[in-house]
């Protein structure tokens, strides 16, 4: 039985096919009619362009291109106001076929993006729900199994295997934690903040876990650089994981480098590890809600750090460092003056 793309595509190559060959079958008995019969070529472009967007109606409107060259070279008898009159219509069959390709295009894309924040949402509130949920056993299960790794001795052969459990609960608690910092809405605490100061702060929180993997984080961030308004909390926030990312993406040995510089009314930091970079086909999700290459974690992380500089009217870009360098370099860039959504600040 022939799927409904095949009836569609056979619809269009027919209403072509028969089109064409009534202009052929008629070229001497009804040649005056032909410029009437040649405006029904606009049917199975219109239905190209709805049914399988821009690839469509241009391949329909190069079909169509096609049998019109061949005719008027079968038929040709010199230049004349009639074959002028046809080119004219092959360059209008073609630019329709491109321009209402391109508006279908868009018409998708503006639907898949609806369809694609509504499935967010409706995930997000799910999400909210199990991690409330969670979070009660979770908070109990990392207490008592603290409380009773506190009483066994360092030989109890039970030992290992409660700390396992004691660790997992704890992971739990993070991404219990992640999900409903995601689920909440974004409220910010604004102030004027010496950002050299936020970023030192969060160079010491992470340069443990870097000193576990034997990767150095080096800070290269001016002291002299005018207070900004921002949420001093949050955008630590923003700092400690991509500061957390970039030293989980290195391996053992590398350097992680954080640099700041002011330019054009706007202040960029830059976080540049030398992992393995972020491939083609995962950049266009990089941003998305639940998106993650990692064992570990929800995939909230960077969708936190593009909503929290978003709020202040900044911008998150990232990019591969050129080669021969490998890894990825994420750039922050702040306004020099406050860009904040107003509906976002807590008052």
């Known amino acids: 039985m022939l799927n409904k793309k095949t ?4 619809t269009i190559i027919c209403l072509i096919a028969a089109l064409s060959i009534v202009i052929f079958a008629t070229r001497h008995t009804q040649y005056h009619y032909h410029s009437v019969y040649r405006e029904f070529y606009v049917i199975p472009l219109i239905l190209a362009a709805f049914w399988f967007g821009l690839r469509g109606a ?122 409903l910092e995601y689920a909440r809405p974004l409220n910010l605490r604004l102030s004027l903040t010496d950002v050299s100061g936020i970023i030192q702060e969060s160079i010491a929180i992470v340069k443990g876990m870097a000193g576990e993997k034997q990767v150095i984080i080096e800070g290269r961030v001016s002291s002299n650089i005018a207070p900004l308004r921002i949420d001093p909390r949050r955008m630590k926030q923003v700092f400690i994981n991509l500061l957390t990312n970039a030293v989980q993406a290195s391996p ?22 030398h992992g393995p970079g972020i491939a083609a086909e995962q950049r266009e999700n990089i941003f998305t809600p639940f998106f993650t290459t990692k064992k570990e974690g929800v995939g909230l992380g960077l969708v936190m750090v593009k909503n929290i500089v978003a709020a202040h009217g900044g911008e998150v870009q990232f990019f591969n460092n050129p080669p021969p360098a490998t890894g990825v370099t994420f750039r922050v860039i702040l306004p020099r003056e406050s860009g904040v959504v107003s509906s976002l600040i807590e008052k």
């Open 252 to 273: 053992p040995g590398e350097t992680v480098v954080i640099t700041s510089v002011s330019e054009d009314g706007s202040f960029l930091i830059d976080i540049t590890d």
């Open 7 to 10: 009836i569609k595509l056979t």
């Open 58 to 179: 241009l391949l329909a409107s190069g079909s169509v291109t096609l049998f019109y060259l061949a005719f008027v070279w079968t038929f040709w008898q010199g230049l004349s106001a009639e074959k002028i009159n046809t080119f004219i219509e092959i360059v209008f069959l073609n630019g329709m076929a491109l321009v209402l390709g391109l508006l279908r295009e868009r018409e998708h894309r503006e639907r898949r993006r609806t369809q694609k924040m509504e499935n967010l949402a409706t995930i997000g509130k799910t999400v909210s729900g199990i991690a409330h949920d969670m979070k009660t056993p979770l908070v109990a299960i990392a207490g008592f199994s603290r409380r009773i790794l506190k009483k066994l001795g360092a030989d109890d052969p039970h030992r290992e295997k409660l700390t396992i459990i004691y660790q997992e609960a704890q992971r739990l608690e993070i991404m219990v934690k992640d999900m």
